[in-house]
């Protein structure tokens, strides 16, 4: 049956560690400045950056 407010989709990034699979965070959405802020930010935590990322997150990465 289908609901009365329509179908509400909620899309995040999640940013794991390729060789663990240990999750490193979770951003709230998939946008390309959201990932470059959070690059800005947590990278220095982490310190690689993934060799492959969807195209809006791809955007984020080149900036």
Request: proline share 5%; charged share 30%; glycine share 12%.
């Amino acid at each position: 049956m289908a609901s009365p407010f329509g179908r509400r989709h909620r899309y995040a990034t999640i940013l794991t560690d390729a060789e663990t699979g240990e999750r490193i965070d979770v951003l709230p959405d998939r946008g390309a400045d959201t990932l470059e802020r959070w690059l800005r930010v947590g990278l220095a935590m982490v310190g690689t950056v993934p060799h492959r990322a969807a195209a809006d997150g791809a955007k984020g990465l080149r900036r």
